[in-house]
């Protein structure tokens, strides 16, 4: 038998499947929206019903979107001859922390695994392959994390991409803005040598 | 605990936590290790790019009292995948490497023979050839485990092959005579069997150089996986990813 009455346990179980909530804090997040107000407890509720109802992707760039197309993609001040690829919709914050990118994104949902078995064909790769066969494109800026399966996908993408008068490119790897050179593994030094550039 | 130092070949990383990692390494000194790298999502400093799969590296690690799980303390790069280009197949073949040595491999035993394999092979996968490398591993992984049959007689009447046709099946152990082959078996041509003979008498560097098409010694390939997959009772992810590059 439950320690807890049924819709208390109820709400602790849905809770434990969240990310990073393990039972402890379930039980002190229900405890927590027991306590609240009525108001609260039902904002909450709304709250998750709405971004289940109302999110879709992007028929676009594949970002999560309450408007199709999305903000950036409808956007007319923005570079849209200008992609950025990207992993997952968070990366995209970000590039855009920087202010200093104005183009259009395209979200991958994913990165090549084949330990996990996922190959070329589950990324969403084909609204992008329309764009560049469509000549909407001057440059693609893969930005893929610096990893094996990021590099896999960011070879694979440029082969996939690459036309006459289109420049695919890959962001820079190296040392971080702030730290020491004396603690950089072997690999960054190699890459960030590798992609040095002309003063 | 004191620190333990081992050359150790990265197999695997899973999310643990908000910002660690469960860490699979296969270590020269312990065999297969698993082990917990603490804050490896969030400070880059110790471990930088040396959990990335197949990552050669020198890991510094130490047990703890009634824990399974090693505590890693850092890891310094010896040999990294990153170094070269990482293409789609040789992503696919890199990870085929560490799917088999995480499947096969017993935890805590040390096997230096396999060690040595694997080093060879990854230094043969930083070319652009793929299936020599890959064919090269599944047999000596396939031997070194002691699962690889007899390929010079049939498994059924004991009848030398040497000559003859030889034909092998999903379900059954070792190479069969046209007499003695099941249904829908697959034949292994005699190629391929003078191939596996070179290939043990061989270090991997002696069959680099020439040009190795996907076609060349793929029923051997074939025959190996399924006599692992049988081993294992289960399929290899990799090996259909594997089958799905075209050249």
Redesign the interface.
């Known amino acids: 038998m439950s320690r807890f009455a049924e819709p208390m346990a109820r709400l602790i179980e849905e809770l434990k499947k969240l990310p990073?909530i393990g039972s402890k804090t379930a039980q002190r997040l229900a405890f927590h929206i027991l306590r609240s107000n009525d108001d609260d407890a039902e904002a909450l509720a709304a709250a998750v019903r709405d971004v289940k109802a109302s999110l879709r992707l992007c028929s676009v760039c594949n970002n999560i979107t309450d408007v199709d197309p999305c903000a950036y993609c409808a956007s007319a001040t923005r570079n849209q001859r200008l992609v950025c690829v990207v992993e997952e919709p968070t990366n995209i914050a970000s590039i855009e922390k920087t202010k200093h990118f104005n183009g259009v994104y395209h979200v991958l949902h994913g990165l090549?695994?084949?330990?996990?078995?996922i190959?070329?064909e589950q990324l969403r790769i084909a609204n992008l392959a329309r764009r560049v066969e469509a000549g909407q494109l001057d440059e693609v800026i893969i930005a893929t994390n610096?990893?094996?399966?990021g590099?896999?996908t960011a070879?694979?993408l440029s082969g996939q991409l690459r036309r006459p008068g289109l420049k695919v490119t890959r962001i820079a790897m190296g040392i971080?803005v702030g730290s020491d050179i004396e603690?950089?593994?072997?690999?960054?030094m190699?890459?960030a040598m590798e992609g040095r550039r002309e003063l | 605990m004191a620190l333990k130092e081992s050359e150790a070949i990265v197999l695997?990383t899973y999310p643990l936590?908000?910002a660690d990692l469960l860490v699979t390494l296969f270590t020269r000194l312990e065999g297969k290790v698993r082990g917990v790298a603490r804050s490896a999502k969030k400070s880059?400093?110790r471990f930088?790019?040396?959990l990335?799969?197949?990552t050669y590296v020198r890991a510094f690690y130490e047990d703890r009292e009634r824990q399974e799980l090693a505590r890693l303390d850092s890891c310094?790069?010896l040999e990294?995948?990153?170094?070269a280009?990482?293409?789609?197949p040789?992503?696919?073949a890199?990870?085929?490497v560490?799917?088999l040595l995480d499947e096969l491999l017993p935890d805590r035993e040390p096997n230096d023979a396999v060690f040595r394999l694997v080093i060879s092979v990854l230094a043969g996968l930083r070319g652009s050839d793929l299936w020599m490398p890959v064919t090269y591993f599944d047999l000596w992984m396939t031997r070194l485990m002691g699962y690889l049959p007899e390929l010079s007689e049939c498994n059924v009447c004991g009848r030398a092959l040497n000559g003859s046709r030889a034909f092998f099946h999903a379900l059954a152990d070792g190479l069969m005579c046209a007499e003695d082959k099941r249904l829908a078996s697959s034949e292994m041509s005699s190629e391929s069997r003078k191939l596996a003979a070179r290939m043990f008498l061989a270090p991997v560097e002696g069959f680099a150089g020439t040009p190795w098409p996907k076609a060349q010694g793929a029923d051997l390939r074939k025959f190996l996986i399924q006599a692992l997959q049988r081993h294992i009772e289960k399929k290899l992810?990799?090996a259909?990813?594997l089958e799905?590059i075209s050249s």
């Open positions: 990073g090549i695994s084949p330990l996990h078995g190959g070329p610096p990893t094996v399966e590099e896999a070879t694979y971080p603690y950089a593994d072997e690999i960054t190699l890459k | 695997r936590r908000e880059k400093r930088g790019g040396a990335e799969p197949l310094e790069v990294s995948p990153l170094a280009e990482v293409s789609y040789r992503a696919v890199l990870s085929h560490a799917e992810v990799t259909v990813m799905r």
